[in-house]
C-alpha cells in the first residue's frame, strides 16, 4: 500500500494548530460534497478528505502519525506498517467504522486502517465469566471504538462494520450520544462480547454540542442587510430558515428540534457568516463602488 500525507490532501503545514486543519477540512469538505460538486473525481476527493482529517482531528492518531511520518516516507511511497508502530502509544481500542463514516460510500483506505485499527487484548485475566476449565481459551470481551455519522444517530440507522475479517450489522440506537457502549453478544474475541464504544464521525457541514447541531450558514451582505429566505440542510433534510433583515455576521438563529434525539430534542443553531463575492467583471467592480459612495465612502 502507499504512505499518504494527510497535511498536503488537506492543504496546510504540518505545524498547522487544531483550528487551521478544521478550517481547511471544513473549506474542502464542502468543495468536494458529492451531492454539491461537479468536478471529476469529486467523491473520491471527498473521502480522502474525510480520512485525513479523522487522523489529524485527534491528538492521539495526530502524534503517532507525526512520529511515522518524521521517518521520512512520502506519499505514494511503498509503506508497511513498522512492528512497533504504536509500541506505547496507547492505542487501546480497535478502530471500527461504519457504512459512511468514511465518506459518501464507504469506510477509510488500508493505509489508515493499518495505522490505528490496533485492537487491544481481551479483558479476560484468570479464571472468571466465561472461563472454561476444559481446556479452551477463556471468553474475552473486545472493545473498540465505533465511528457513528450524525446521520446515523439522527435516523437510527444501522451500520455494516468489519471485525478482524467479519461483517457485522450494527443497530445504532436513536439519538445515541458519544462514549455510550453498543453491545454485540458473543461477537468478540474466543465468543466473548464485542464492546462498541460509540463516537461521532467528523461531518463536512456540523459540528456538536451535546444534542445541539451547529451550522455556519454563509450569506452576502445584501441577503444580510435586506433579509431573505434560505435553503439550509439538517439533518432530517433541508429546511427554509429566514433572514431577518439587518442581520449581522455571527447571528445564531434557531431552529428547534432539528437537533440529535433526546429527551428534549436538540435543536439546530445556524451561525450567519456574511461573505462578500469577489468582482469577476468591470460592472460588477463599480456596483462596489457605487454601494461604497451610498455609504459616503470614496474608493
Do not use: C
Request: glycine share 16%.
Amino acid at each position: 500500500m502507499e504512505f499518504k500525507d494527510y497535511y498536503a490532501t488537506l492543504g496546510v503545514e504540518p505545524s498547522a494548530g487544531d483550528a487551521e486543519i478544521k478550517t481547511a477540512y471544513r473549506r474542502l469538505a464542502r468543495k468536494y460534497h458529492p451531492d454539491v460538486s461537479k468536478e471529476a473525481g469529486a467523491e473520491e476527493k471527498f473521502k480522502g478528505i474525510n480520512e485525513a482529517y479523522e487522523a489529524l482531528r485527534d491528538p492521539q492518531k495526530r502524534a503517532a502519525y507525526d512520529q511515522l511520518k518524521a521517518q521520512g516516507y512520502r506519499p505514494g511511497e511503498e509503506f508497511n506498517v513498522p512492528p512497533n508502530y504504536g509500541g506505547g502509544g496507547g492505542f487501546d481500542f480497535e478502530e471500527v467504522f461504519g457504512g459512511g463514516a468514511g465518506g459518501a460510500n464507504g469506510g477509510f483506505s488500508d493505509f489508515f486502517e493499518s495505522l490505528f485499527a490496533r485492537q487491544r487484548g481481551g479483558a479476560g485475566r484468570g479464571p472468571g465469566p466465561g472461563f472454561s476449565s476444559g481446556g479452551h481459551a477463556p471468553q474475552r470481551d473486545t472493545r473498540a471504538k465505533l465511528s457513528v455519522p450524525l446521520e446515523a444517530a439522527y435516523n437510527g440507522d444501522t451500520l455494516r462494520i468489519t471485525v478482524n475479517g467479519r461483517q457485522l450489522d450494527v443497530r445504532v440506537p436513536k439519538g445515541i450520544k458519544p462514549g455510550q457502549v453498543i453491545r454485540l453478544g458473543g461477537q468478540g474475541t474466543d465468543g466473548g462480547n464485542l464492546l462498541l464504544e460509540v463516537e461521532y464521525a467528523a461531518h463536512p457541514q456540523f459540528e456538536v454540542d451535546g444534542r445541539n447541531i451547529l451550522y455556519t450558514l454563509q450569506v452576502t451582505p445584501w441577503q444580510a442587510a435586506l433579509g431573505t429566505s434560505i435553503s439550509v440542510p439538517t439533518l432530517g433534510g433541508a429546511v427554509e430558515l429566514k433572514v431577518a433583515a439587518g442581520s449581522d455576521a455571527g447571528r445564531r438563529l434557531r431552529r428547534r428540534g432539528r437537533g440529535l434525539p433526546g429527551n428534549p430534542d436538540g435543536d439546530q443553531i445556524v451561525e450567519l457568516e456574511i461573505v462578500a463575492p469577489a468582482a469577476s467583471d468591470e460592472a460588477q467592480a463599480e456596483a462596489y463602488r457605487n454601494l461604497a459612495k451610498a455609504f459616503g465612502e470614496s474608493i
